[in-house]
């Protein structure tokens, strides 16, 4: 069996922090004893409150999640503050969370190049910012659709709850992809020459102005547009711990009506 520092040290090498935004704050979360044996990984999306009492109640001994535990700087470790209320609850339990999140998004095989094959793109490129960010993938789909035959296929493929559009006048046939909060990398999209955009989150005024900046957006779902990735981190770990047992834990609180 692994440690949790053998483990945390595997996925690093796969995804490392050379690729994560400046802005990030992922990697090894907590860990109280790193030579602890790690013989069941719960992978989601989030570590919410629900997801950490079922990896307490569940014996799981490491979570591995996309979205970090701890984004922003704590500044009390209280039972106040929720991000610490859970971090003392794990701890207490001594069980570890490792977070991989916009390095696994730009990593090679990583979120986006998944997403990528699940839309059935050709010509994969990434898709970068100015600055030099991987933010996503452009790759052109097999057959030129209209906006709504592309919404539905979308809504299909990524088991989506809904997918709102917005027409930029053009057949969808070039199409760049970001999953999760990609409404900052429109102009990216634009610059590399999509004539469609496809993320997790765009902002309504955004949308709106759609046909006066040339593209055709589309919003699938934060949770739809990256939830994918905890089959990927499951097989993955699998694969090099044979041993190892994991489960899956939904950590969607977002509802549709």
Known sequence: MPTVETLYQFL??????????????DGL???????????????T????????????????DVIVSHHPLIFKPLKAVNYNDPVARRCMKLLKHNVSVMSFHTRLDAAPGGLNDIFAKLLQ????????????????????IPTPLDCTEFAVNVKKTLQAERVRYARG?????????????????????????ADSYLTGQLSYNLM????????????????HTEDFIC???????????????????????????
């Open 12 to 25: 690093n090498s796969k995804f490392p922090t050379s690729l994560s935004c400046d802005w990030d704050n």
């Open 29 to 43: 979360m907590l860990a109280s004893d790193p030579n602890r044996e790690v013989i069941r990984v719960l992978c």
């Open 45 to 60: 999306l989030d570590v919410t409150e629900e997801a950490a009492d079922y990896a307490i109640a569940n014996s799981f």
């Open 121 to 140: 793109l050709t010509d994969v490129e990434t898709l970068t910012t100015p600055d030099g960010e991987s933010v996503g993938r452009i790759g052109s």
């Open 169 to 193: 006048g053009n057949v969808v046939s070039r199409v760049a992809i970001c999953g999760g909060d990609g409404k900052d990398y429109v102009k990216a999209a634009i610059a590399a020459g």
């Open 208 to 223: 709106e102005d759609s046909a006066a900046i040339g593209i055709n957006l589309f919003e699938a779902g934060h949770f």
């Open 231 to 257: 089959s990927y981190m499951t097989l993955l770990i699998l694969k090099e711990f044979t041993q190892v047992q994991t489960g899956y834990f939904n950590s969607n609180r977002v509802a549709t009506v």
